[in-house]
C-alpha cells in the first residue's frame, strides 16, 4: 500500500482541467506510436488527451467509423448518445454529435443534457429494440473510461444488443479510424457544434425517466421500501449523482445520496493504492469516505463514473462495516437471485469470468443451474443475457447484470447501480446483510483466499503468453497438489483467454498479459490459506516465466 492510500487528495494531485482541454483540441496523434493510435479494449478506446491518445481527432475518426460500420449492418434506428462526468467527455460527446449530425444519422442525447450511466444506454437500446416495436434498430455510444483517473477519456460502442461491442466490431472500426487518422480525417464529415445541436436529425431521450421507472421489473423495491432500510448511495462524482436522488424519491425508499458533488478535479477523492485519483468502487481506498460514514446506513454503496461497477459497503458476522469483496458479493447475489426468482427460465444458467473466485462455482452447484465460464470481458455475457440462456452474469472487477423478475433482458452492460439496488433487497428480503450471508457460505463451502498480482514482462513476451497452448506447460503440480487442468480456452465457450489457467483441487491460477503496461497478471485463489495462495502465486509466475522467457 502506498503512504497516502485512503486519505484524501492534495491539491497537487489534480488535474488541470483546462490544460486537458486545450490538449483535446490542439494536439494531434503521431500514428507512428501504438499509444496514440486507436484501440478498443474490453471497455472501448481510453487515454489521455495530455498523452495524445484521445483527443478531438480520435474521436472524430472513431465516429466516423462507427457511422460508417452501422451503415454496413443496416443499423438505420436511432443512435442512444451519452456521457459521463470525466472532464474530457463533453468535448468528446461535442465532437461526436457533430460528425454523426453531418452523416445525416439520428442521435438521441439526454434530454436534460446531463449525464448518463452506462446501463441507462443500455437499457434505452434494448427498450427501443425490445419486441420489434420499432422497424429501425437502435445502438449507442457512451463517452466514459470507467472509473479510470479524471485526466482520462473514454469512448465506447454498443451495437443494437446493448452491450459492449465484440471484438469482430470494434476490430474494424479501430483499423478504419486508423485509416482516417493517417489521411488526417479527410475522410470525415462534421459540421459545427451550433449547427449539430439544432440539426433535424438530433433529439432528446429521457434515459433517467426510462431507467428509473422500470426498475420494479427488475427488482422488489416494494420489500425495500417496506423495511425502511438507511441506504446511502455514493456516486463518487459520477454519472449516477441524478439518478440515485430521483430512484429514492420515485420508489419512496430512505435513501441518501452521500455525496452529490460533480467536480471533473475529483478533489473530494481519497486515493487508490498507487496514491492516484480513481473511481474505482471495488477499491477500500479509493471508498475510503464512504466507509467511514457507513455506520450511518444499514447498506452504503458506491458507484464508478458511469455506474457500471458497484461497491457494497455493510455489516459481517462480528458487526463491522467493511467494503465486500466483489467476488463474496458476486457469490451472495447469484445465491439469492436463483432462490428468489420465480419468474426465470429453468434452463438459464450463470455466467462467470474465469478469474473469478471458485466459490462460484461451489454456490452455481448448489442452485441446480448451469456455470458458464467465458474469458474476461463482460461482452462474452451480452447474447446469453439478450435470450435468457443466462440469467446472470458477472466479473471479478465488480461488474454484473442480470434480467428481469419475468426473465427478459434489462441491460447486456454491466449495471452498478442494479447490483447496489439488489444488496438492499437481500437485506430486506433476508434479515441479513450480504456480508453476513457470505459467512454462510464460507461455512458451508470453505473459505477461500484471492488475490492479484502483476509481474514484469517484455512485450514480447506478453506476446508468448497471449498465445500459449496446454502442451507448453509441462508442471503436473501446483503448491503440493495435482494438476487438474491447464486452459487456454475458456472452458464454457471455448474462446481463447489470450493467457493461461492452471487448476488444482485446492487452488487456481490465471495469468494474462496487460494490456497497457510491461507486465502480466497473476489471479490466484486458494481454499486452504494465505500461505498457500502466496505459494500458488510463487510457483505460478515461476511456472509462466518458464514458458515465455
Not at 361 to 376: F, H, M, N, Q
Request: glycine content about 10%.
Amino acid at each position: 500500500m502506498a503512504n497516502r492510500a485512503g486519505t484524501v487528495a492534495l491539491p497537487s494531485d489534480l488535474i488541470d482541467v483546462s490544460a486537458l482541454l486545450d490538449a483535446y483540441y490542439d494536439r494531434k496523434p503521431d500514428l507512428s506510436d501504438p499509444a496514440q493510435r486507436v484501440a478498443f479494449g474490453t471497455s472501448g478506446h481510453r487515454g489521455s488527451s495530455l498523452k495524445n491518445a484521445f483527443n478531438e481527432a480520435h474521436i472524430a475518426a472513431i465516429t466516423q467509423a462507427i457511422v460508417e460500420y452501422r451503415a454496413g449492418q443496416n443499423i438505420t434506428g436511432p443512435l442512444f448518445l451519452a456521457k459521463d462526468t470525466h472532464a474530457l467527455s463533453d468535448p468528446a460527446q461535442n465532437t461526436a454529435l457533430e460528425v454523426l449530425a453531418a452523416n445525416g444519422v439520428r442521435t438521441l442525447i439526454d434530454a436534460r443534457d446531463g449525464y448518463t450511466p452506462t446501463p441507462a444506454l443500455s437499457h434505452a437500446i434494448l427498450t427501443w429494440n425490445r419486441g420489434g416495436e420499432h422497424a429501425e434498430t437502435a445502438d449507442g455510444i457512451v463517452v466514459t473510461p470507467s472509473h479510470n483517473p479524471p485526466a482520462d477519456g473514454g469512448f465506447k460502442y454498443n451495437p443494437p444488443n446493448g452491450g459492449p461491442a465484440d471484438t469482430d466490431a470494434t476490430g474494424w472500426i479501430a483499423n478504419r479510424a486508423n485509416d482516417l487518422l493517417a489521411e488526417d480525417n479527410r475522410g470525415v464529415k462534421r459540421i459545427p457544434i451550433e449547427q449539430a445541436r439544432t440539426a433535424d436529425v438530433v433529439g432528446t431521450y429521457d434515459f433517467l425517466a426510462g431507467y428509473v421507472d422500470d426498475l420494479p421489473q427488475v427488482l422488489d423495491l416494494e420489500a425495500i421500501r417496506s423495511s425502511g432500510l438507511r441506504i446511502g448511495a455514493d456516486p463518487l462524482g459520477g454519472a449516477s449523482v441524478d439518478y440515485w436522488a430521483a430512484i429514492g424519491e420515485r420508489h419512496g425508499l430512505n435513501l441518501t445520496v452521500v455525496n452529490p458533488v460533480v467536480d471533473p478535479q475529483w478533489a473530494f477523492m481519497t486515493l487508490d493504492w498507487d496514491e492516484k485519483i480513481r473511481m474505482d468502487c471495488s477499491s477500500p481506498y479509493a471508498m475510503a469516505s464512504l466507509i467511514g460514514k457507513a455506520g450511518d446506513y444499514d447498506i452504503a454503496t458506491g458507484n464508478d463514473a458511469d455506474a457500471d461497477r458497484h461497491g457494497i459497503v455493510c455489516a459481517g458476522p462480528d458487526g463491522a462495516r467493511a467494503l465486500m469483496n466483489p467476488n463474496h458479493y458476486l457469490a451472495v447475489a447469484i445465491d439469492y437471485l436463483f432462490r428468489h426468482r420465480d419468474g426465470w427460465p429453468a434452463t438459464s444458467a450463470i455466467g462467470k469470468t474465469l478469474v473469478s473466485s471458485s466459490i462460484i462455482d461451489k454456490v452455481a452447484a448448489s442452485t441446480g443451474r448451469t456455470l458458464i465460464e467465458v474469458p474476461v470481458g463482460f461482452k462474452w455475457f451480452v447474447s446469453g443475457l439478450l435470450d435468457g440462456g443466462i440469467a446472470f452474469g458477472g466479473e471479478e472487477s465488480a461488474g454484473a447484470s442480470f434480467l428481469t423478475r419475468d426473465g427478459q433482458p434489462w441491460s447486456t452492460d454491466k449495471d452498478g447501480i442494479l447490483l447496489c439496488l439488489l444488496a438492499s433487497e437481500i437485506t430486506a428480503v433476508t434479515g441479513k446483510t450480504p456480508a453476513v450471508r457470505y459467512g454462510e457460505l464460507t461455512a458451508e463451502f470453505g473459505d477461500p483466499v484471492y488475490a492479484r498480482i502483476d509481474a514484469a514482462a517484455s512485450r514480447e513476451q506478453k506476446a508468448k503468453l497471449g498465445k500459449l497452448s496446454p502442451e507448453q506447460v509441462t508442471a503436473d503440480s501446483l503448491a503440493g497438489d495435482p494438476i487438474t487442468a491447464k486452459l487456454t480456452e475458456a472452458p464454457g465457450n471455448g474462446a481463447p483467454i489470450g493467457g493461461l489457467k492452471v487448476t488444482t483441487g485446492r487452488a487456481w491460477f490465471a495469468a494474462r498479459p496487460s494490456g497497457t503496461e510491461d507486465v502480466y497478471k497473476i489471479y490466484a485463489e486458494s481454499f486452504v490459506g494465505a500461505d498457500h495462495l502466496t505459494e500458488v502465486q510463487a510457483e505460478a509466475k515461476k511456472l509462466v516465466d518458464s514458458v515465455i522467457s
